[in-house]
């Protein structure tokens, strides 16, 4: 079964970057592509970067301009580049195809504090 694991977390202060990365296990090419979700405290869980059918790039509009999604097909890894972060982005961050259909994976913290 395939497993994903999220890292590149941390605490960071406002203005702040950090680059998180997703790495699946096995090939999930038949699967469909990681896209990055993240769940805040007392609150659901929320897509906020993804790959269209099309292969081009959607975000939530509260980090619209400010994160990047990207991936590796080969090293069946996704990342997600935050900048100009935001109290309001912590979160755990997690990845999934989207709908999501693997099951979750750890997550990795962000924190945005000073």
């Known amino acids: 079964q395939v497993q994903l694991v999220e890292s590149g977390g941390g605490l960071v202060q406002p203005g702040g970057s950090l680059r998180l990365s997703c790495t699946a296990s096995g090939s999930i090419f038949r699967l469909g592509t990681l896209n990055w979700y993240r769940q805040a405290p007392g609150k659901q869980r929320e897509l906020v970067a993804y790959f269209s059918s099309s292969f081009s790039t959607l975000y939530a509009d509260s980090v619209k301009g400010r994160f990047t999604i990207s991936r590796d097909n080969a090293k069946n890894t996704v990342y997600l580049q935050m900048n100009s972060l935001k109290p309001e982005d912590t979160a755990v961050y997690y990845c999934?195809?989207?709908?999501?259909?693997?099951?979750w994976g750890q997550g990795t913290q962000v924190t945005v504090s000073s």
């Open positions: 999934n195809t989207r709908p999501s259909i693997l099951p």
